[in-house]
C-alpha cells in the first residue's frame, strides 16, 4: 500500500494510526500541503480530491480519511477498529464524527489560508477561530466520555473514535488552545499515547517532518 | 423511533430520507435551530452534543447523521444503503464524506452565525464564503462522478452518497450558488428527486416547516 500524506495533517496521521494498529506496512509519499503539492500536476494525476491522506491499495484508490480506515477495518478486521454490537459501533462513530464533522473541517489549511485571504481576518482572529471550534467541540465530546467513562473513548481498546481524537488533540495543543476544561478527553488520550500505534505515528515522527 | 429534527437542517434531511428509503416510521420531533431550541433545557437533556438530526430508538440515543445512517443499515440491511464490496462501499462513504467533511460543516448556521457575530464578516461576505466551499467542494464530486457515471452516486439503486448529495444541493440552491459547472452532480440529484423516499421529506414538506 501507498499513502499520501502531510505530517501535520490530522485526517493523515488518523490513517497512520489505524494503519499501525492494524500492523499493516506501507510506503509514504509525502505531499506538502503548505507549498501546495496537493494541487500540483503529478498529485492531481492520483486524486481527484486533491486532499491527504491518500490510500493506494493495489489499483484501488481510496479517499476520505474515515472511509479509508472503514474500509481498512472491513478488509483486515484484526483488532476491530469499530465494537461489534451496531448501538456501540454508532456511538464510537458518533464520537468520531464529533470531531471529524464540527471541528477538524473548520480549522484546515485552506480553511484558515481563506480566512486571512479573501476574507481578510486578522492573524488574531484566525487563532481565535481556531481555538473557538476545538474548545466548544471538545465539549461535546468531553460530554460522551463522562457519560460512560472507560480506559478509551469506547472501553477497553482503541477505535475509531481514538484514532480521530488524538490528532485532534495534536492540533489543539499547536495552537494553544484550552484543554483543562476537557478531563476526560485529556485521560483518553493520555491513554493513547502509551500504545505504539499512536507514538510512532505522531507528526514529528514522519519522515517529511524534518 | 422519534427523530429530531429541524426542516432546513441538511443533516436532519439526510436521516428523514435514510429513514424512507428503509420504510421506517417515526415520530417527527421539531427542534427550532434559530430560535435557538437546541441549547434549551428540554433538548439538552436529550442531547449531549446539542445539534440535530437525533434519532431515539427506544431508549437509544443516536447522534451525528453518518453515524445515524449506518446504524440504520446495520439493524434495517433492506434496502441497503451500501453496496456489498469494500472497494465500492469505501467510494460510496468517500463522496458522502467529500459533502459530509468538506462542505456541510463549513455552512451551519452556527459556523455562519461566528462569522457575523464575533468575526464580523459582512453579508456579502458570509454570503461568498457559504458559495465558495459549495461550488469548489462540488466540483470534488463532480469528479468523483464523472470517473464512473450511473443512475445515482454509485450504479443503480440510491445509497449514503446520494442521501448527502440532495440536502447539500438544496442548501446550494437556497443560496444561489452556482451549479452549472457540475453536470453528473445535477443529474443524479434530479434522478434522486424521482423517488419518494427524497421528494417526500424535503425541506417545505415537514411539519415545522410552516
New interface residues.
Given amino acids: 500500500m501507498e499513502l499520501y500524506n502531510y505530517f501535520r495533517s490530522s485526517a493523515s496521521y488518523r490513517v497512520r494510526i489505524g494503519l499501525a494498529l492494524k500492523g499493516l506496512a506501507y510506503d509514504y509519499k509525502p505531499v506538502h500541503l503548505p507549498k501546495n503539492e496537493q494541487t500540483g500536476e503529478s498529485y492531481m494525476a492520483v486524486s ?4 491527504v491522506p491518500l490510500l493506494k491499495d493495489g489499483d ?1 484508490v ?3 480519511s ?3 480506515l ?2 481498512l477495518d ?2 483486515h478486521p484484526e483488532p476491530p477498529l469499530l465494537p461489534a454490537d ?2 456501540a ?3 464510537v ?2 464520537i ?3 470531531i ?3 471541528i ?3 480549522n484546515n489549511l485552506r ?1 484558515l489560508r ?2 486571512v485571504g ?2 481578510k ?1 486578522s492573524e488574531d ?1 484566525k487563532n ?2 481556531y481555538r ?1 471550534w476545538v474548545e466548544t467541540g471538545l465539549e ?1 465530546v468531553e ?2 466520555l463522562a ?1 460512560r467513562p472507560g480506559t478509551y473513548c469506547h472501553g477497553d481498546t482503541p477505535t475509531l473514535a481514538d484514532v480521530c481524537l488524538v490528532p485532534q488533540i495534536f492540533n489543539a495543543q499547536r495552537f494553544d488552545c484550552r484543554l483543562d476544561h476537557v478531563p476526560h478527553v485529556m485521560r483518553v488520550f493520555e491513554a493513547c499515547m502509551k500504545l505504539d500505534a499512536f507514538e510512532q505515528t505522531r507528526p514529528e515522527r514522519c519522515p517529511d517532518a524534518a
Same sequence: chains 1, 2.
Avoid at 481527484?48 to 486532499?51: D, Q
Fill in positions: 481527484a480530491s486533491r486532499l484501488t481510496l479517499t476520505q474515515l472511509a479509508i472503514e474500509y472491513e478488509t451496531p448501538v459501533r454508532a456511538r462513530r458518533a468520531a464524527m464529533d471529524a464533522c464540527e477538524h473541517p473548520l480553511v481563506y480566512l479573501p476574507m481576518l482572529d481565535r477561530w473557538h461535546v460530554r460522551q457519560a
